[in-house]
């Protein structure tokens, strides 16, 4: 069973920055997007970026010119750097991986943004 392990949560102050990770647990072939989705308390998760199999990008727009997703094929992670922290970015941050028949999840990652 593939797991997708998520890493570099944390808490930052505003205008800091924080990289998230996420690693599979072993290649996972016909990948058509992957990306990240976030839930804040009390709110529905939202998707934050998504990155498909033909490099485009999608982010939402109150991350756009500040977050940026990207992937290192060869180790099988996807990454998101945050950057401009808010306050409203806080939240569980969940990494996915989908394919033709299946997606895959991680367990979440929190990033607190407080001063």
């Known amino acids: 069973q593939v797991q997708l392990v998520e890493s570099g949560g944390g808490l930052v102050q505003p205008g800091g920055s924080l990289r998230l990770s996420c690693a599979a647990s072993?290649?996972?072939?016909?990948?058509?997007?992957m990306g990240w989705y976030r839930q804040a308390p009390g709110k529905q998760r939202e998707l934050v970026a998504r990155l498909n199999d033909r490099g485009d990008t999608n982010y939402a727009d109150s991350v756009k010119g500040r977050f940026s997703i990207s992937r290192d094929n060869t180790k099988n992670t996807v990454f998101l750097q945050m950057n401009s922290l808010k306050p409203e970015d806080t939240a569980v941050y969940y990494c996915?991986?989908?394919?033709?028949?299946?997606?895959?999840w991680g367990q979440g990652t929190q990033v607190t943004v407080s001063s």
């Open positions: 996915f991986v989908r394919t033709a028949l299946t997606e895959y």
């Open positions: 072993e290649i996972i072939i016909r990948i058509s997007d």
